[in-house]
């Protein structure tokens, strides 16, 4: 019959194995170390040894302590019988020795991993190694070290950790060969952050809150990634942020910039993300995006400036936006393919189309800059300013409120105040409207309007071309329509809104086809 033993396993990074017929010792520790360059053993600069494995494993009362790592002796010499145990750094390059005595502990991990010694004893601690940085120095694992927790501890047992603490307040990544990545899990507070031109991967801001007080430019071309899905952590910079160069950018949590944000990649949103400035612009490039299916919400505020966007947003696979809410102007040059909704709170200029599924609402004046179509489904648009073509071209303007293709009762409401109106300093192109219309500023110059549901007619209407209103129309106040030689077409009923509110229409040669019966025509 064959008998399969079991294995006790060292600790991840050269802790040796416990193994040797059935009088099993114990695993060594695994090393910790960093290394600069490539991940070889020949590249490491710092490593903390693993302690060794204990002894006389079998025995509860007769047990033999196994060596602290980076020392020279055991961290207690109580041994079976006094035997020998295992040599700090008795082991090979970066391991420590498999047990080969009966009960006998392994060796650990370590820059020379530790040795074997007597049966039933301890092995041997991983030695220990600082080398390529200026003033360093190792502390035994028996000694008294810092605690991470704060205050300070004797030895260190379980997982092993490193940390990179700077004494100055700045950070550099210098030229040269740099590839693979730089996290920073923690909180980041420097003076400044400079990076090299080199294809490596920088992650900053997963926890806390992080500060840099300069201008600051990620000149490396792998990725950049601030914030995570954590809750409460954020990147403050005192001056700008430029990203030009980077080949992709990960965002969540909140980025603030007392000047101008840049940011020159495709960009995505991998939690709710918050982008602040002090009254200065906020230039995205490239496409903006949701992680996948989460429909992650994208808050603005740039005080008194604008947010240019110059990439697709929402455009990738399953990659749609939450809620985009600008405090601000918007300089739209790429469409917004899919959001949950969008606000503005000063000027729009739309150089591109905006598909929501919810509310669209532009609180100050929009200018057309291209030929524009905005959707939603079943839900309003809502222009709280003035609408003109950006010069002499005429932009059409396209609302689409029945993406869904079955019908809607969702509104586009032109104007909040006496002085909105439409085409007033630049005329509009043709104006169509799948959806129902609450006209409160005067259309002033456009070529046409056509509307597929009812309309409200609180202002007036100039236009070169036809006026179609498919559904019923209600007159509210006196009201007047003008083309130049063009039909007005009514499919539906005519009523005022109050008793005595009267329509003109002013056709030129034009037909007038109506149903209503109270209606003024010249």
């Not at 650990?108 to 007597?118: C, F, K, L, S």
Request: proline letters at 1%; aromatic letters at 4%; glycine letters at 18%.
């Amino acid at each position: 019959q064959t008998c399969a033993l079991p294995i006790y396993s060292g600790g991840f990074n050269g802790g040796g194995n416990a193994t040797n017929n059935s009088y099993l010792g114990t695993g060594g520790g695994g090393a910790t170390d960093i290394r600069v360059g490539g991940t070889a053993l020949s590249d490491r600069v710092i490593v903390a040894g693993g302690g060794g494995g204990g002894g006389n494993a079998g025995s509860s009362t007769q047990l033999s302590n196994g060596g602290a790592g980076g020392g020279l002796t055991l961290s207690n010499l109580t041994q079976y019988s006094n035997r020998t145990p295992g040599s700090a750094g008795g082991g090979t390059l970066g391991v420590g020795n498999n047990q080969s005595q009966n009960l006998a502990g392994a060796g650990g991990g370590g820059y020379y991993g530790g040795g074997v010694g007597d049966n039933s004893t301890g092995g041997g601690g991983g030695s220990s190694y600082v080398g390529g940085v200026s003033n360093g120095s190792t502390i035994a694992g028996s000694e008294s070290m810092p605690n991470p927790a704060g205050g300070t501890m004797t030895g260190n047992s379980g997982n092993g950790y490193a940390t990179i603490t700077s004494d100055s307040s700045s950070l550099a990544f210098v030229d040269g060969t740099q590839t693979g990545s730089f996290s920073f899990n923690g909180v980041l507070n420097v003076t400044t952050l400079n990076t090299a031109s080199e294809a490596f991967d920088i992650t900053l801001a997963q926890s806390g809150s992080s500060s840099i007080t300069s201008n600051t430019t990620f000149n490396n071309t792998g990725s950049l990634t601030i914030g995570s899905s954590s809750v409460g952590q954020s990147l403050s910079i005192t001056g700008s942020l430029t990203a030009s160069t980077v080949s992709a950018i990960n965002l969540a949590g909140a980025l603030t910039t007392t000047t101008t944000m840049t940011l020159g990649a495709n960009t995505e949103i991998t939690s709710a993300i918050n982008l602040t400035t002090t009254n200065s612009k906020i230039t995205i490039n490239g496409t903006v995006n949701s992680e996948a299916s989460e429909g992650n919400a994208l808050t603005i505020s740039v005080g008194n400036s604008e947010v240019e966007f110059n990439g697709i947003v929402g455009g990738a696979t399953n990659g749609g936006l939450g809620a985009i809410a600008i405090t601000g102007a918007l300089n739209l040059d790429a469409a917004i393919t899919s959001a949950t909704s969008l606000s503005v709170s000063t000027t729009s200029n739309l150089g591109a189309s905006v598909t929501t599924t919810g509310t669209q609402t532009y609180d100050g004046d929009v200018t057309l800059s291209a030929a524009t179509t905005l959707t939603t489904t079943d839900s309003n648009i809502t222009f709280n300013g003035k609408i003109n073509s950006d010069g002499g071209t005429a932009r059409a303007l396209t609302i689409d409120l029945d993406a869904n293709d079955n019908g809607t009762t969702a509104d586009v409401i032109f104007g909040n105040a006496t002085t909105d109106t439409l085409g007033a300093t630049n005329a509009l192109g043709t104006i169509i409207i799948t959806g129902d219309m609450d006209l409160n500023a005067a259309i002033t110059s456009a070529t046409s309007i056509s509307v597929s549901g009812t309309s409200n007619l609180g202002a007036n209407v100039t236009t070169s071309s036809t006026q179609t209103y498919t559904g019923n129309v209600t007159i509210t106040g006196d009201r007047t329509l003008t083309t130049t030689n063009s039909n007005v077409t009514f499919s539906g009923t005519t009523n005022a809104a109050s008793a005595g509110d009267t329509l003109t229409i002013a056709a030129g040669s034009g037909n007038v086809d109506r149903k209503s019966t109270r209606l003024n025509s010249s």
